[in-house]
């Protein structure tokens, strides 16, 4: 992510600082599915690199013992939860539970024990039990790949952050259908919400090698 000319009014105010993050830590894809990966649907920009780079990541959450949570978008077969969103972006609607744009990726295909959240709206939080979920597990930290940056990403940030998870946008495991978004939105959530970092900056973390509490 790089520096903007305006960093330095950011620096004075006091925005920025990093999060002290804490075990146990988990993962949450979000909306990594068919249909943000296909550019010809809701896909394009940084979004196929994103998911190659969360492969990686996956692996090593999966081998360090962290909850794993995808999000899916699924709308009822007959429109019933059409809600403000589907309104602005009507396209939408037709991701239902068994269409082939609602599905995970294959790359990221989820795997017994790992949680799946199908949500209606843009933050993986809102509506449904991710919260409780992550509660139940007692989860400090809270990892966050997915797409897109500047949408489903910073919404689902915003209310970790709100709910009391240390979040962290995992830079390049986020695409967006914009880059021009996808930075801009990066810098916002690093100076308001969250800590940015990139899966090699991960990898070193070993204080949450093991989730223990």
């Known amino acids: 992510m790089s520096s903007r000319p305006d960093q330095t009014v950011y620096d004075n105010q006091g925005f920025g600082k990093s999060l002290e993050l804490l075990p146990p830590a988990g993962l949450l894809i979000v909306d990594f599915i068919n249909g943000f990966a296909d550019p010809a649907v809701f896909g394009g920009g940084n979004i196929p690199p994103a998911i190659e780079k969360t492969k990686i990541l996956l692996a090593l959450a999966r081998d360090r013992g962290w909850l794993v949570s ?4 699924v709308y009822a ?21 068994k269409s082939k744009e609602s599905q995970v990726v294959e790359e990221l295909a989820p795997v017994a024990g790992e949680l799946i959240i199908r949500k209606q709206f843009p933050s993986a939080f809102f509506g449904t039990h991710l919260a409780s979920s992550l509660t139940q597990n007692a989860i400090k930290t809270l990892f966050i790949t997915g797409a897109t940056t500047s949408g489903c990403v910073r919404a689902s940030v915003v209310d970790a952050m709100c709910h009391g998870f240390k979040p962290v946008v995992v830079e390049d495991c986020v695409g967006d259908r914009s880059i ?4 801009s939105n990066l810098f916002d959530m690093k100076m308001k919400y969250a800590d940015v970092m990139r899966v090699q900056e991960i990898e070193t973390l070993t204080s949450l090698i093991a989730n223990k509490p």
């Open 70 to 73: 995808y999000s899916r978008v």
């Open 180 to 183: 021009e978004q996808h930075e």
């Open 77 to 97: 077969d007959d429109g019933g939860d059409a809600n403000v969103f589907t309104e602005k972006v009507p396209g939408i609607l037709p991701f239902t539970e």
